[in-house]
C-alpha cells in the first residue's frame, strides 16, 4: 500500500472513530435524560386481635431531562384469623418537579404568595394550624412523650381543621408552655383527589408559606419545606408511622433550643429539691437518736 492509500485510510478510520464517540455520548446523554427506576416492597402485620395487614407498594422515579416524575401505588389488605379478606385498599399518589441546572435555576423565582404571605414573610410563617410558635398554649391536658423528652404535649381542636385528617398534637415547652411543634395526622393516607398531580397538599403548603417543597426521599413521599426564620414543614403522605398515614409537622428550631434550657432547668432544681429533703432527714434522724 502506498503513502497516499495509507492516508485515505487513516482519515477514513478517524471519522469512523469520531462518528463512534458522537454516537455513543448523544446514547449516554439520551439515557440520562430519560431514566425510570422501579421498586417494591411487600409487609406484613399481625394485628392485636388476630387479623393480619398486607400491603404492596410500588414506587416509579422517572427522569426526563430535568423534569423528576414520582408515582407511588400502594394497596393493603386486611384478612381475619381465618384468611377471609375484611377490607381492600389502594391509595396512590404523583408529582412531578424539576431539578438539575435548569429546573434548579426556574426555582430561584418564588411561587405566587397567598394573601396571608401578603402582610409580610414574618407574619405569615409565625404559625401552623392556627397556632403561633413563641405563644403560649392555655392547655392542661399536657402528657410526657417519650420521643420527645424535652417538649410536653397536648390535645387541641384547629379552628379549621383539614379535610381526612383525625388528630392534632401541640408540643410546648415544659415551664412556659410556649408552642414549638405542631402535628396534624391522618389514620388513613389523604387521597391526593387528581393521579398524576402533585398532591394538592403540597400545592397548598407552597401557596401557604411560599416556598418550593424539597423531597427527601427517593422511594417514600417525604417532603420538606423551609419556612424561613429558622421554621420548617416536613410532610409524609404514605407510611408515616404504625397508627398514622399522613403526619404534617412543623416547627421553631430556636424554640427547640428553648426547651432544652427549660428542661435542664427544671432537672436542676429537682435536683436541689431532692439534695434538700436529704439534709433535712438527715437532720431530723440525727436529731432523734
Not at 41 to 61: K, L, P, Q, W
Not at 132 to 151: H, I, R, S
Request: hydrophobic share 35%; proline share 3%; net charge neutral.
Amino acid at each position: 500500500m502506498n503513502e497516499s492509500k495509507l492516508k485515505a485510510a487513516v482519515a477514513v478510520a478517524a471519522v469512523f472513530a469520531v462518528s463512534a464517540v458522537i454516537g455513543y455520548a448523544a446514547t449516554s446523554l439520551a439515557e440520562k435524560k430519560d431514566v425510570s427506576q422501579k421498586s417494591s416492597e411487600a409487609s406484613v402485620v399481625t394485628n392485636e386481635n388476630g387479623s393480619v395487614s398486607r400491603s404492596f407498594t410500588e414506587m416509579t422515579v422517572s427522569t426526563n431531562g430535568n423534569l423528576v416524575t414520582e408515582h407511588r401505588r400502594e394497596t393493603r389488605t386486611t384478612l381475619d384469623a381465618d384468611g377471609n379478606i375484611l377490607a381492600t385498599t389502594t391509595s396512590e399518589y404523583a408529582q412531578s418537579y424539576p431539578v438539575g441546572d435548569e429546573g434548579m435555576s426556574s426555582l430561584t423565582a418564588k411561587p405566587p404568595i397567598s394573601s396571608a404571605g401578603a402582610k409580610g414573610e414574618a407574619a405569615a410563617n409565625d404559625g401552623f394550624m392556627g397556632l403561633k410558635f413563641g405563644e403560649e398554649f392555655k392547655g392542661t391536658n399536657f402528657v410526657q412523650d417519650a420521643d420527645e423528652p424535652t417538649l410536653v404535649r397536648a390535645v387541641f381542636t384547629p379552628k379549621k381543621p383539614l379535610a381526612g385528617f383525625d388528630d392534632y398534637y401541640v408540643y410546648v415547652t415544659p415551664k412556659t408552655h410556649k408552642v414549638v411543634k405542631v402535628y396534624a395526622c391522618a389514620k388513613d393516607a389523604v387521597d391526593p383527589g387528581t393521579s398524576w398531580r402533585r398532591h394538592y397538599l403540597i400545592e397548598a403548603l407552597e401557596k401557604r408559606y411560599n416556598t418550593w417543597a424539597r423531597p427527601r426521599s427517593w422511594c417514600r413521599p417525604v417532603y420538606t419545606f423551609d419556612i424561613g426564620l429558622g421554621r420548617y414543614v416536613t410532610v409524609c403522605l404514605a407510611g408515616a408511622s404504625r397508627d398514622y398515614e399522613t403526619v404534617l409537622v412543623a416547627w421553631d428550631d430556636s424554640l427547640l433550643t428553648t426547651a432544652a434550657d427549660e428542661t435542664e432547668a427544671i432537672r436542676a432544681e429537682a435536683r436541689k429539691s431532692a439534695a434538700e429533703r436529704r439534709r433535712n432527714r438527715v437532720k431530723d434522724a440525727a436529731d432523734a437518736f
